[in-house]
């Protein structure tokens, strides 16, 4: 077993494989708050690569409810609960948040750690009646309780919050290591985890390894199949591209613009080369607003999350590790900069490299949990690849006001 | 583009005295007690020489009864990740030949036959015979190695049933799942493992077994010549399965029998209820398998115009187990000295 640096963890954990830190990495921004469960990324995916026969569980893109909610059902719980029997208690954290140890030191195991003698990883293998009925039964309330007083922040009594899922496309990716036919590879230039369809033989190691299971088994090939992050978009290869590097198919049709996707530079030693005119890592690091899901696992997920802000802390930190705390405050008083950056999401379907803030007027003062926060009217640019302009919008959306003679009317 | 290089193995931390004494006990066990830690290597599996047909497709054929029979024990494999298997612990084998091609047997018992791999928790049983790619060598029973590469022929009882019943898709298991449309459905480019060529994603098979070369772990890969016959059927509890190909081999890197001569055999049985698969299996070590009567070569004759007498390093001995074993029991006492009298200067260096 080799030893790499989870930065994410705040430590060296053990790994199949030694350090080998891509030059690039596909990241995402997932704003929780703003989801409403509409599921066009879900069906965006869905027509775009896993419309064939064998492919009729299989959603490289989901979208759950939480706290009940899974896909496959209770995979998160599941996994969790794998790592709790291995190391009873021990899943806490620990230390001062520190440059490389955004959210200080994780002193549980991760599943590479918790793994019994002869596996990689501790894992399981969902069976098809867990895959097969996304989403079943999750909009059922199932209590009365609080109704009347439990919608009060900062945190709800009553509540419930949309989860939006695609592969990780992890630093140290659990299928990759779980592969005894190494046919798992991380493409060194973007990040993104591909399983090789010539050289898979549908052992299904990966599908019961990797903790978010999103490796997914197809009968119809008896080859397992994945998220493979539109990498024609992100290269830009596919046609539509025209060359220019390209938001993925479920980032780019978000209606509720709650996605932001790019690619973040990477050092050799797994560390994130400093970037503060990335968005991505702008809010991932300099804010930090934007959470790794299940840290705790190990794998250093690269989908991020900003917390929805009326979920009980408790359940947030079990989910996106200590750091959910400043990240809600974050994201309930935006800094003047995270306004501007925040209205990046999903207004472009090119990736966005860098940002640059144009200040503007002051244009309202609101009331945030008893004190006042000043809304500046800034212009935000985003800039491509090339550094070529590829957006420009400002804090305060355009408004029009229709003429009177057309009330009512089409 | 895979920029993943494996680790470096765990390298041994086991130090001097405990590497000798791990020499002894192995020297001890051997050569004094006669426990071969490799057991299976002592069998000898001898394929009869037949000249009644042998059917490659029944493998309880009568044919059979006349073939001598070993019993070879399988053990769980716990050599490399995933550790797995150990349901089945043994495998009957017996082999036959003919002037044209070799055939081996095996048989185990299996109170269930798994035949189909159309759902995410099913796995196939199959079993798999093992030979050296390059004739006299003596490779790693752990699929060989980059100088010493394997042929492995695989038996799967879903190409069985694929051949026997037809390809069993997602649809065969739940026949009520509904889609609305499947868009491009006869494109092959959405089937992309069967696009780009896996043998696994193929919809039709010309034998139930795979032929596959391997060089070591991780590296099992399907030949480009498959030439290997069989097929296998099971019967109240118990899996029969035949393997059939030509004597002479087709291409380098495959293995070739010649009769009177000798090679080796390695076993692995998985089952498929067991959740067995890949490195997941019942496996037993090469045991050799004469080709009918082995002749003992001729005694190699000296040449003309050489001295008689060879140089000492050119010959091979057996090591006499037995007389390392004493020697090396007999030097413990003294090394342990060795090291405290070691231990105490460097304590008093401090």
Same mark, same amino acid.
Not at chain 2, 255 to 260: D, E, I, L, S, Y
């Given at each position: 077993?080799?030893?790499?640096?989870?930065?994410?963890?705040?430590?060296?954990?053990?790994?199949?494989?030694?350090?080998?830190?891509?030059?690039?990495?596909?990241?995402?921004?997932?704003?929780?708050?703003?989801?409403?469960?509409?599921?066009?990324?879900?069906?965006?995916?869905?027509?775009?690569?896993?419309?064939?026969?064998?492919?009729?569980?299989?959603?490289?893109?989901?979208?759950?409810?939480?706290?009940?909610?899974?896909?496959?059902?209770?995979?998160?719980?599941?996994?969790?609960?794998?790592?709790?029997?291995?190391?009873?208690?021990?899943?806490?954290?620990?230390?001062?948040?520190?440059?490389?140890?955004?959210?200080?030191?994780?002193?549980?195991?991760?599943?590479?750690?918790?793994?019994?003698?002869?596996?990689?990883?501790?894992?399981?293998?969902?069976?098809?009646?867990?895959?097969?009925?996304?989403?079943?039964?999750?909009?059922?309330?199932?209590?009365?309780?609080?109704?009347?007083?439990?919608?009060?922040?900062?945190?709800?009594?009553?509540?419930?919050?949309?989860?939006?899922?695609?592969?990780?496309?992890?630093?140290?990716?659990?299928?990759?290591?779980?592969?005894?036919?190494?046919?798992?590879?991380?493409?060194?230039?973007?990040?993104?985890?591909?399983?090789?369809?010539?050289?898979?033989?549908?052992?299904?190691?990966?599908?019961?390894?990797?903790?978010?299971?999103?490796?997914?088994?197809?009968?119809?090939?008896?080859?397992?199949?994945?998220?493979?992050?539109?990498?024609?978009?992100?290269?830009?290869?596919?046609?539509?591209?025209?060359?220019?590097?390209?938001?993925?198919?479920?980032?780019?049709?978000?209606?509720?613009?709650?996605?932001?996707?790019?690619?973040?530079?990477?050092?050799?030693?797994?560390?994130?080369?400093?970037?503060?005119?990335?968005?991505?890592?702008?809010?991932?690091?300099?804010?930090?607003?934007?959470?790794?899901?299940?840290?705790?696992?190990?794998?250093?997920?690269?989908?991020?999350?900003?917390?929805?802000?009326?979920?009980?802390?408790?359940?947030?930190?079990?989910?996106?590790?200590?750091?959910?705390?400043?990240?809600?405050?974050?994201?309930?008083?935006?800094?003047?900069?995270?306004?501007?950056?925040?209205?990046?999401?999903?207004?472009?379907?090119?990736?966005?490299?860098?940002?640059?803030?144009?200040?503007?007027?002051?244009?309202?003062?609101?009331?945030?949990?008893?004190?006042?926060?000043?809304?500046?009217?800034?212009?935000?640019?985003?800039?491509?690849?090339?550094?070529?302009?590829?957006?420009?919008?400002?804090?305060?959306?355009?408004?029009?006001?229709?003429?009177?003679?057309?009330?009512?009317?089409? | 583009?895979?920029?993943?290089?494996?680790?470096?193995?765990?390298?041994?931390?086991?130090?001097?005295?405990?590497?000798?004494?791990?020499?002894?006990?192995?020297?001890?066990?051997?050569?004094?007690?006669?426990?071969?830690?490799?057991?299976?290597?002592?069998?000898?599996?001898?394929?009869?020489?037949?000249?009644?047909?042998?059917?490659?497709?029944?493998?309880?054929?009568?044919?059979?009864?006349?073939?001598?029979?070993?019993?070879?024990?399988?053990?769980?494999?716990?050599?490399?990740?995933?550790?797995?298997?150990?349901?089945?612990?043994?495998?009957?084998?017996?082999?036959?030949?003919?002037?044209?091609?070799?055939?081996?047997?095996?048989?185990?018992?299996?109170?269930?036959?798994?035949?189909?791999?159309?759902?995410?928790?099913?796995?196939?049983?199959?079993?798999?015979?093992?030979?050296?790619?390059?004739?006299?060598?003596?490779?790693?029973?752990?699929?060989?190695?980059?100088?010493?590469?394997?042929?492995?022929?695989?038996?799967?009882?879903?190409?069985?049933?694929?051949?026997?019943?037809?390809?069993?898709?997602?649809?065969?298991?739940?026949?009520?799942?509904?889609?609305?449309?499947?868009?491009?459905?006869?494109?092959?480019?959405?089937?992309?493992?069967?696009?780009?060529?896996?043998?696994? +994603?193929?919809?039709?098979?010309?034998?139930? &077994?795979?032929?596959?070369?391997? %060089? =070591?772990? !991780?590296t099992l890969t399907s030949a480009a010549i498959q030439d290997v016959e069989g097929s296998g059927e099971w019967r109240d509890g118990t899996w029969r399965v035949v393997f059939g190909r030509p004597l002479q081999a087709a291409a380098d890197g495959l293995a070739g029998f010649t009769p009177g001569s000798s090679t080796q055999v390695a076993f692995a049985v998985w089952d498929g209820g067991s959740g067995d698969r890949n490195g997941l299996k019942s496996i037993a070590q090469f045991i050799q398998l004469d080709v009918g009567p082995?002749?003992?070569?001729?005694?190699?004759?000296?040449?003309?115009?050489?001295?008689?007498?060879?140089?000492?390093?050119?010959?091979?001995?057996?090591?006499?187990?037995?007389?390392?074993?004493?020697?090396?029991? +007999?030097?413990?006492?003294?090394?342990?000295? &060795?090291?405290?009298?070691?231990? %105490? =200067?460097? !304590?008093?260096?401090?």
């Amino acid at each position: 077993m080799a030893s790499v640096y989870n930065w994410q963890l705040g430590r060296e954990m053990t790994y199949r494989f030694d350090q080998a830190a891509p030059e690039r990495q596909f990241v995402a921004i997932f704003n929780i708050n703003r989801c409403i469960a509409c599921q066009t990324c879900t069906m965006a995916c869905k027509s775009t690569w896993t419309f064939s026969a064998g492919q009729e569980d299989m959603w490289w893109n989901n979208v759950e409810t939480k706290p009940y909610g899974g896909y496959p059902q209770h995979w998160d719980v599941k996994t969790l609960e794998l790592l709790e029997r291995a190391n009873p208690g021990g899943q806490t954290w620990g230390g001062a948040p520190a440059a490389e140890a955004p959210y200080g030191v994780y002193g549980g195991r991760t599943i590479f750690e918790a793994a019994s003698l002869g596996q990689q990883a501790v894992g399981y293998l969902p069976s098809d009646e867990e895959w097969g009925s996304p989403n079943i039964h999750e909009d059922s309330p199932v209590a009365k309780a609080a109704l009347s007083d439990g919608v009060s922040l900062p945190e709800h009594r009553t509540w419930f919050f949309y989860l939006q899922r695609i592969c990780n496309h992890c630093a140290y990716p659990a299928c990759l290591s779980a592969c005894p036919r190494n046919a798992i590879y991380k493409r060194p230039e973007d990040g993104i985890v591909l399983i090789d369809q010539a050289r898979c033989r549908g052992y299904r190691k990966c599908v019961e390894q990797c903790p978010y299971k999103k490796s997914m088994y197809r009968p119809d090939s008896r080859t397992s199949e994945k998220c493979i992050a539109c990498y024609p978009r992100v290269e830009g290869s596919d046609p539509i591209t025209e060359g220019r590097p390209m938001e993925t198919r479920c980032m780019a049709v978000c209606p509720g613009q709650i996605r932001l996707q790019g690619l973040v530079e990477v050092a050799p030693d797994g560390t994130w080369v400093q970037a503060p005119d990335n968005p991505l890592y702008y809010l991932i690091r300099e804010e930090p607003m934007a959470m790794p899901l299940y840290p705790q696992f190990g794998t250093s997920p690269n989908v991020y999350y900003i917390p929805p802000r009326w979920v009980p802390r408790q359940y947030l930190r079990q989910m996106f590790g200590p750091g959910v705390d400043d990240a809600v405050a974050a994201y309930e008083r935006p800094s003047r900069r995270a306004q501007a950056v925040l209205q990046l999401f999903r207004v472009t379907q090119s990736i966005i490299f860098s940002f640059e803030v144009v200040e503007g007027p002051k244009v309202a003062e609101i009331n945030v949990g008893g004190r006042p926060l000043e809304i500046f009217d800034d212009t935000v640019v985003g800039y491509g690849k090339d550094g070529e302009e590829v957006v420009r919008v400002n804090v305060r959306e355009p408004q029009y006001e229709r003429p009177a003679q057309y009330l009512n009317t089409i | 583009m895979h920029q993943w290089s494996r680790a470096e193995s765990t390298r041994s931390r086991v130090r001097g005295p405990a590497a000798l004494f791990v020499v002894v006990t192995a020297g001890v066990l051997i050569g004094v007690l006669g426990i071969a830690p490799l057991r299976s290597q002592l069998v000898t599996l001898e394929a009869a020489r037949t000249t009644a047909p042998v059917p490659a497709d029944d493998p309880w054929s009568g044919v059979w009864d006349g073939a001598p029979a070993r019993e070879v024990p399988l053990s769980v494999q716990n050599l490399v990740p995933p550790f797995g298997g150990g349901v089945v612990d043994g495998v009957v084998v017996r082999a036959l030949f003919d002037d044209e091609r070799i055939y081996l047997s095996l048989e185990w018992s299996d109170p269930a036959a798994e035949a189909e791999v159309n759902a995410t928790e099913a796995f196939s049983d199959a079993a798999a015979l093992q030979f050296p790619a390059i004739p006299g060598s003596t490779p790693p029973y752990t699929m060989g190695s980059e100088d010493e590469p394997v042929n492995i022929w695989q038996w799967k009882a879903v190409w069985q049933h694929d051949i026997d019943e037809g390809f069993a898709t997602s649809a065969t298991r739940y026949p009520d799942t509904y889609a609305d449309v499947y868009p491009n459905a006869d494109d092959p480019l959405f089937n992309p493992a069967g696009y780009v060529g896996n043998p696994l +994603a193929q919809r039709t098979h010309a034998s139930s &077994v795979e032929n596959l070369v391997a %060089a =070591g772990f !991780g590296t099992l890969t399907s030949a480009a010549i498959q030439d290997v016959e069989g097929s296998g059927e099971w019967r109240d509890g118990t899996w029969r399965v035949v393997f059939g190909r030509p004597l002479q081999a087709a291409a380098d890197g495959l293995a070739g029998f010649t009769p009177g001569s000798s090679t080796q055999v390695a076993f692995a049985v998985w089952d498929g209820g067991s959740g067995d698969r890949n490195g997941l299996k019942s496996i037993a070590q090469f045991i050799q398998l004469d080709v009918g009567p082995v002749v003992a070569p001729p005694p190699p004759e000296p040449p003309d115009d050489t001295v008689v007498a060879a140089p000492a390093g050119d010959t091979e001995t057996e090591i006499p187990w037995v007389v390392i074993a004493v020697v090396l029991a +007999a030097l413990l006492p003294v090394l342990a000295m &060795v090291i405290a009298a070691s231990r %105490a =200067g460097r !304590g008093s260096a401090r």
